[in-house]
C-alpha cells in the first residue's frame, strides 16, 4: 500500500488555514416569520457549506414557503413534526465553516413560549443574531430576545435588520430601527452591538454585499461574523479548575482531571483546594503527548500536585489569593423551564460544576417582566418565567458571580422525583447569614438546624404514637404526638399545618375517615404525608420498623452526591 | 519495531503539520484544540457520573477519533469501559481485521454482539429490504447488547452534522426504558452542565463528537495521526454498480443474476455493511488528499447509505425505535 504523504503546496496552506480557524459560536433569536430559518439556510448555502445531495432533496419537496425557487428554511427545519407544521420547535444545531473561522449556529425558535430553548442556544453563544422584519420594526419579543442574550452573558449582539425588500431597501427606516436597536441595548448593558439590513430571501448583505443598500458603508453579515472579536477566555483572572475525576491508575499517580473555568496553570504554581482550604503546589500537568508548561481555559487537563491533600469530584482549585465566593446560600437569576411552576416548598437538586447537592428556593426576589424588564412581586414562577431567586443549599458551593464567570457562575435545577432539568441559574450574589436579620424564619432553616424535613404519620392509637415519638426523639427528630380527638374536625388541617411549618414531624392517632380526607385535601406535600393506620397488626413492631425506614428519607438533605 | 498502527494503518508518516497547529503558548486554542477539550469534558463527566458506562464502537472514522479522546481523557490511566461492537456479520473484512487488531494493540477491553438467533433465520437486506434488516441486526441487537452488559450510558460517535434529525440530538440524550428517543421530552441542556438523572431501566446515549463536522474529523485524524480502516483510502478494487451505488465486491457469492464485476479507483466514506454501503469513485489515497477532496465535493457522507434514503426522515423514524 502507498499512502506515503507527500504534501504539496496548496495542501499546506489549505491545511493550515484549516488547523488555525477559530471557533465562533452564535444564536439566532427572532419572532415567527422574521425569517431566521431562512437566513441561516442562506448564509450555509452562500457559504457553500450546503451538500449537493441536501440541496437536491430541498429542491425536490413538495413544501416551498417562499416565493423563490429554493425554500432556504427547509435546509434548517429538520423534525418530522416541523416539516408538518412548517415551524421550529427545538434548538438546532447547525455547522459552517469559512477560511478564517469555524462556526457553531444554535438556531432556537421565536415562540413566546419558548424561552427556554433560546436560553439554552444562548449559554454557550459569543454573539447572539437578533432578527428584526424591516416591515414591521422591533416587537415585543425583541426585548425578550435582546434582554435573554444579555442574562446568559452574550457580549455581541448583531441586528439583522431583515425583509429590507419589503421597505424598498430604505435608509430611513433602517437607521430608525438601528437607533431604536441601539437604545434598548444600551438599556441591558451590552456593549458590542452591530445592525446590518439584509433580505435573507434573495441574499443582500448576508454574504455578498448588496447592489441595492449603497448607502450601507458597514460589513456584510458574513463579514462581522468572520471578524468580532471573540470574547477573550478568561486567562487573567484568578484560577478556577473545577475537580471533575481523579485519575488513579496506580497507588503511585494520583491525578486531578478537569476543564480550566478560569485562570493560568503552571507547574509550581500555590493552589489551593476548596473546600478543605488545604494549600499546595502544582507537581505536572500531564498530557497524553507529554507534559504540558501552561494550562488555561478551555483546556481539559490532568494536574498532579506535590503533597497528598484530599480533594475529589466537585471540589475546586484555586488561587490562594482570590477564593471565590463560599457559601450555602446564594441569589441568581432563574429561568424556569418546566410546565410545573416553581414552588417554594419543592425541594431540588442542584448541579453546580462537579457537583449536586439539595436545594431549597427559599424567597422569589422579582420576576421580570421581559417586555418591558420591569420587576415585579410574584409567589411563583411559571414555564418561561425568569426571576432572581434565593436559594439555600444544604452544602456550600464555590462560585463567582456569572457575569465574570459563565461555569463557576451557572447551575441547573433538577427535580429529584422525575428527574427532569426544571430550571437555569446565573447566580449573582453570596447572601450573608446576617442578611436575614429582621426577616422571618423559614421552613428552610428550620429543616437546616433540625437536619430532616417535616411529616406527618398517621397511627392507630394514642400508646403506640407516643412509642413512635420517643424512638424518634431519642433519634434526634424534632417530634410531637397529637391526639385527633382533642381537636374539632375542621381545626385539623389547619393545626398540622402549622406543625408542618414549624418543622415538626407530628405523629397523629385518632383520625376519623372523615378527616382523613380533610388532612389529605390540605397536605401539600403528599411525600411528607405517611399513612400506617391501615396496618392491622397485632405487633406493634411492624410499625415501629416502618417508622425508621422513612424517618431515615426525611433526613436526605444531604449532599446528593453521597446518596 | 514500529507499531502496527503507524505502519499499517494510517500509512502515512505524521504529517508535518505540527507547527500549523496552534501551540498552547498563544494562549488561544484553535476550533480543533477546543472541540478535543469539550469531547474529553463530556468523556470524563460521563464516566464520573455513571455506574456502568460503555462505548459503541462502530470501527468508523469518528469511533477512531472518539477512541483516541478517551485515550487522552484518562491518561495515564486505561479507558476504563469497554467498547461493544454490534456485528451485522455484514461488515467489511478490513474493519473486522482492524478492530481486531486495533483494540488489542491499544489493550481496550472488546465485546462483540451479534443477533444471533435472525443471522440464523438468514436475516438479509435482499430478502428483508434495508429498514427491516437494520432493525433486525443493528437497532435490536445494540438494545439486546446494552441490556445483557447492563449499561445505564452508551458514548456514540454521532455528530449533528450528519443528518437533519441528528441537529437537534443532546449531547445526552434520554432514552427511556425500552431504549426510544422522543424529540419533544428531551431535557433543556445548557452550559456544559449534563443532567445525568435516570430511574432503573432508563439509560443516557452521550454523544461526546456532537459538535464536530466531518471536516473536523479528517483534520484531527491528520494532525493526530489516527489509525483508520485501510477502505476510506482510495485504492483498485473489484467493484459492481448496483441501483446507482458502487459495491464493493469479495466474492462470486456477492453477485446478483446478470452482474459483472469490474476495477475501479474508489473509496469509501462512511463504512457500514457490504451490500448496503456504496463507495465512491476517488484518487484520494492520504488523508491530506481525502481532507481537500471533501473541500471540493460537497455531498453528504451518508448519501452513500441506503437506509437513509428508504423514506423521508427515516434516519429519524430510527432513532425513535432506539438506533444511534
Ligand atoms: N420578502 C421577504 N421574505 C422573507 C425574507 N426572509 C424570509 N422571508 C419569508 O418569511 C417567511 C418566514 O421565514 P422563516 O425563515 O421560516 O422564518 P422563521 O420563522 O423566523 O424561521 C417565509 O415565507 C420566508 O420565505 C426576506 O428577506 N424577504
Ligand atoms: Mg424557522
Known amino acids: 500500500m502507498n499512502l506515503a504523504f507527500a504534501p504539496s503546496e496548496a495542501h499546506s496552506e489549505l491545511l493550515r488555514q484549516n488547523l488555525r480557524a477559530e471557533l465562533l459560536r452564535f444564536t439566532t433569536a427572532g419572532s415567527v416569520d422574521d425569517g431566521k430559518s431562512t437566513l441561516i439556510g442562506r448564509l450555509l448555502h452562500d457559504s457553500k457549506s450546503v451538500y449537493e445531495d441536501q440541496l437536491a432533496s430541498v429542491k425536490k419537496s413538495r413544501i416551498n414557503r417562499s416565493s423563490g425557487p429554493i425554500d432556504f428554511s427547509l435546509l434548517t427545519d429538520g423534525l418530522r413534526a416541523e416539516r408538518e407544521q412548517g415551524i421550529t420547535i427545538d434548538v438546532a444545531y447547525r455547522y459552517f465553516a469559512t477560511a478564517r473561522r469555524k462556526f457553531i449556529i444554535a438556531d432556537t425558535p421565536g415562540h413566546e413560549q419558548y424561552t427556554r430553548n433560546m436560553a439554552t442556544g444562548a449559554s454557550t453563544a459569543d454573539l447572539a443574531i437578533i432578527l428584526i422584519d424591516a416591515s414591521k420594526g422591533l416587537l415585543p419579543q425583541t426585548h425578550r430576545h435582546a434582554y435573554i442574550a444579555s442574562l446568559l452573558g452574550i457580549p455581541n449582539l448583531l441586528a439583522a435588520v431583515n425583509k429590507m425588500d419589503l421597505v424598498d431597501f430604505s435608509e430611513a427606516r433602517f437607521l430608525e430601527l438601528e437607533q431604536a436597536f441601539g437604545e434598548l441595548a444600551a438599556q441591558l448593558g451590552t456593549a458590542n452591538v452591530q445592525a446590518i439590513p439584509i433580505s435573507a430571501l434573495d441574499g443582500d448583505n448576508v454574504v455578498d454585499r448588496s447592489e441595492r443598500t449603497q448607502w450601507y458603508g458597514g460589513p456584510t453579515l458574513l463579514e462581522h461574523l468572520e471578524t468580532v472579536p471573540i470574547r477573550r477566555v478568561v486567562t487573567t483572572g484568578a484560577l478556577r479548575f473545577p475537580i471533575q475525576y481523579v485519575i488513579r491508575p496506580d497507588a503511585n499517580f494520583r491525578g486531578f482531571a478537569g476543564q480550566i473555568a478560569a485562570g493560568t496553570l503552571r507547574p509550581g504554581d500555590e493552589v489551593m483546594a476548596l473546600p478543605s482550604k488545604q494549600s499546595t503546589r502544582v507537581k505536572a500537568i500531564i498530557g497524553h503527548d507529554g507534559d504540558l508548561a501552561e494550562a488555561y481555559p478551555p483546556m481539559s487537563v490532568t494536574v498532579t500536585l506535590e503533597d497528598e491533600i484530599d480533594l475529589s469530584r466537585g471540589d475546586m482549585l484555586v488561587n490562594p489569593s482570590k477564593s471565590p465566593e463560599i457559601s450555602t446560600r446564594l441569589e441568581a437569576m432563574l429561568v424556569w423551564m418546566h410546565a410545573q411552576p416553581l414552588q417554594l416548598s419543592q425541594r431540588f437538586l442542584l448541579k453546580h460544576t462537579g457537583k449536586t447537592v439539595r436545594a431549597q428556593a427559599l424567597r422569589i426576589v422579582h420576576r421580570v417582566n421581559v417586555s418591558n424588564l420591569q420587576k415585579e412581586p410574584a409567589r411563583q414562577l411559571q414555564m418561561n418565567d425568569i426571576a432572581a431567586v434565593e436559594l439555600q443549599t444544604t452544602a456550600p458551593l464555590f462560585f463567582d458571580a456569572y457575569e465574570s464567570n459563565r461555569i463557576t457562575g451557572s447551575f441547573i435545577l433538577i427535580d429529584p422525583i422525575s428527574n427532569a432539568t426544571v430550571a437555569a441559574g446565573m447566580i449573582r450574589r453570596p447572601v450573608a447569614e446576617n442578611a436575614t436579620y429582621g426577616s422571618p424564619v423559614t421552613l428552610a432553616e428550620r429543616e437546616m438546624r433540625n437536619g430532616h424535613r417535616p411529616a406527618v404519620i398517621l397511627v392507630n392509637d394514642a400508646k403506640l404514637a407516643k412509642m413512635v415519638e420517643r424512638n424518634l426523639f431519642d433519634d434526634g427528630f424534632q417530634v410531637l404526638a397529637l391526639e385527633a380527638e382533642a381537636v374539632s374536625r375542621d381545626h385539623l388541617p389547619k393545626l398540622i399545618g402549622m406543625t408542618t411549618e414549624a418543622g415538626v414531624v407530628t405523629i397523629l392517632s385518632g383520625v376519623t375517615a372523615d378527616a382523613k380526607k380533610l388532612l389529605v385535601k390540605h397536605t401539600e406535600d403528599s411525600s411528607s404525608f405517611f399513612d400506617l393506620s391501615s396496618i392491622n397488626s397485632t405487633d406493634d413492631n411492624e410499625v415501629l420498623q416502618r417508622v425508621a425506614s422513612l424517618a431515615r428519607s426525611l433526613r436526605n438533605l444531604g449532599d446528593a452526591n453521597d446518596i | ?324
Open chain 2, 1 to 324: 519495531m514500529a507499531s502496527f498502527s503507524e505502519v499499517v494503518l494510517n500509512g502515512a508518516p505524521a504529517p508535518n503539520v505540527a507547527e500549523a497547529a496552534p501551540t498552547y503558548g498563544e494562549r488561544r486554542l484553535s476550533h480543533l484544540r477546543t472541540l478535543e477539550a469539550e469531547s474529553i469534558y463530556i468523556l470524563r463527566e460521563a464516566v464520573a457520573e455513571f455506574a456502568h458506562p460503555v462505548m459503541l464502537y462502530s470501527i468508523g472514522k469518528d469511533s477512531s477519533v472518539m477512541l483516541r479522546l478517551a485515550q487522552k481523557a484518562f491518561y495515564p490511566g486505561k479507558i476504563p469501559f469497554p467498547l461493544l461492537h454490534i456485528d451485522t456479520s455484514y461488515k467489511f473484512p478490513e474493519m473486522i481485521e482492524f478492530r481486531d487488531r486495533y483494540t488489542r494493540e491499544i489493550g481496550a477491553e472488546l465485546i462483540v454482539h451479534q443477533n444471533r438467533e435472525a443471522l440464523a433465520q438468514g436475516a438479509n437486506p435482499f430478502a428483508l429490504g434495508t429498514q427491516k434488516c437494520c432493525g433486525l441486526l443493528k437497532t435490536k441487537s445494540l438494545l439486546d447488547g446494552l441490556a445483557e452488559g447492563g449499561f445505564d450510558a452508551a458514548f456514540g460517535g454521532a455528530r449533528r452534522d450528519e443528518e437533519k434529525s441528528r441537529a437537534k440530538e443532546r449531547i445526552y440524550s434520554f432514552r427511556d426504558a425500552a431504549g426510544q428517543w422522543d424529540p419533544k421530552t428531551q431535557r433543556p441542556e445548557l452550559w456544559n452542565i449534563f443532567n445525568s438523572r435516570i430511574d432503573k431501566g432508563e439509560s443516557i446515549r452521550v454523544f461526546p463528537l456532537s459538535n464536530w463536522t466531518e471536516l473536523d474529523v479528517w483534520l484531527y485524524i491528520l494532525l493526530e495521526n489516527i489509525p483508520i480502516v485501510p477502505l476510506y483510502f482510495a485504492q483498485e478494487r473489484d467493484v459492481v454498480v448496483r441501483g446507482g451505488s458502487i459495491v464493493v465486491i469479495y466474492s462470486k457469492d456477492q453477485l446478483l443474476p446478470g452482474e459483472k464485476t469490474q476495477r475501479m479507483k474508489i473509496r469509501m466514506r462512511s463504512l457500514g455493511c457490504v451490500p448496503c454501503t456504496g463507495a465512491i469513485r476517488s484518487d484520494a489515497d492520504t488523508v491530506p488528499k481525502i481532507i481537500e477532496e471533501m473541500i471540493q465535493f460537497r455531498r453528504s457522507e451518508r448519501e452513500n447509505r441506503a437506509i437513509d434514503h428508504d423514506e423521508e426522515g427515516s434516519m429519524e423514524l430510527k432513532k425513535r425505535e432506539g438506533y444511534f
